[in-house]
């Protein structure tokens, strides 16, 4: 059986991406895209997966979006006997090409989650019309579009929400996967760790402002920003006004951040709503506690108090599960690993595959 996945972009490596990747090499797919970044998937040890790219796409909204959407729409890839979706754009390809699986990681957060939000920062009248109508635009096609997979599958519950609200679908849960055997625990260091791709819905600003006040600890922040101008201009901003003791070491090899992992004391995040969150997963594979916001997907990953501590969203609450999680790490330890393995790359595939088997026989 030939398996295609498709995948919007990749020209950044998150989560989703390696999702996509890990997915690829166990069913042997191919994975069809538009802009790849070979190097940074080189650095996640991926290089050995057949990527093709059906066309570049530019690196701003709505262009990236609106060009993506039309080369997966228009494009009818011969020879494959399943096409699995990854991603709001590339669904659109759904409509030529069948049977298909649709995997949801997230449902566009601009014109969805935080339309209200993203509209209000529009400067003038002008701007906000043009937000207007590419928000509407994108909704009508993302609706159209979801119609067409024979199966929807979400990460999360908080994503199967979303999309009922939104798109008045039903789906089925399977949370992504972490190879939790590559990760390892060896000691509480002396910092805390960070790990995102970022973009201003991650709330780095919180992190740089809480570390600011705690000037005996030190926060390492791993990760580029997203491939847009705002995304990039934001780094740029957290990365100028950060004290001292917060580091941002930018893109690193997976065995490096493996290795951050390892040796930290703990994790943090403070990312708005976020639809799933493997981050928070790859740290307790290491046996390492995190604080996250109490919202999203961090409500059904970490169990408040055992394997971490769930808190508001504002920096005195960050303040004190710090201080919280700081005494005693070691008390996490055995619930974080313990936990891990829910989310184990064995029982991904096995829900993969059990859900792939009926399309074998077509």
Not at 7 to 26: F, Q, R, T
């Amino acid at each position: 059986m030939k398996i295609a996945i498709l995948h919007n972009y990749m020209d950044n490596i998150g989560g989703a991406e390696k999702l996509v990747l890990m997915l690829a090499k166990e069913l042997n797919a191919d994975v069809i895209t538009t802009n790849i970044n070979q190097k940074a998937i080189k650095k996640f040890g991926f290089d050995d997966i057949s990527i093709k790219s059906i066309g570049n796409v530019p690196s701003n909204w709505p262009w990236k979006q609106l060009k993506t959407l039309l080369l997966f729409r228009f494009k009818k890839l011969e020879s494959y006997n399943l096409f699995i979706m990854s991603g709001e754009w590339c669904v659109s390809a759904a409509k030529k090409n069948k049977p298909s699986i649709w995997y949801v990681h997230s449902l566009p957060k601009y014109i969805w989650d935080f339309y209200e939000q993203k509209l209000a920062q529009q400067k003038t009248l002008v701007n906000k019309l043009y937000f207007k109508f590419w928000s509407r635009f994108f909704k009508f096609w993302n609706y159209k579009y979801a119609a067409c997979p024979n199966i929807i599958v979400c990460n999360s519950n908080n994503t199967q929400r979303k999309l009922i609200t939104n798109i008045k679908r039903d789906s089925i849960l399977v949370y992504p996967p972490v190879n939790i055997g590559e990760y390892y625990f060896k000691k509480f260091g002396d910092f805390w760790l960070s790990v995102n791709r970022i973009s201003e819905h991650k709330r780095l600003e919180l992190q740089v402002e809480t570390f600011a006040l705690l000037k005996n600890k030190k926060l390492i922040v791993v990760g580029g920003p997203e491939n847009t101008s705002e995304a990039k201009n934001y780094f740029h901003n957290l990365k100028n006004n950060a004290p001292k003791n917060v580091t941002f070491l930018g893109e690193i090899s997976d065995e490096a951040l493996k290795k951050l992992y390892a040796e930290c004391k703990a994790f943090i995040t403070t990312a708005e709503d976020e639809d799933f969150g493997m981050t928070p997963i790859e740290a307790m594979a290491s046996g390492k506690p995190v604080v996250a916001p109490n919202e999203g997907g961090y409500k059904e990953t970490i169990i408040n108090k055992k394997t971490g501590v769930l808190c508001s969203s504002d920096i005195t609450s960050l303040l004190n599960a710090i201080d919280e999680v700081s005494k005693n790490g070691e008390k996490y330890k055995n619930h974080c690993l313990e936990r891990a393995k829910y989310f184990s790359t064995q029982v991904f595939f096995r829900k993969i595959n059990h859900l792939i088997k009926p399309f074998k026989n077509l």
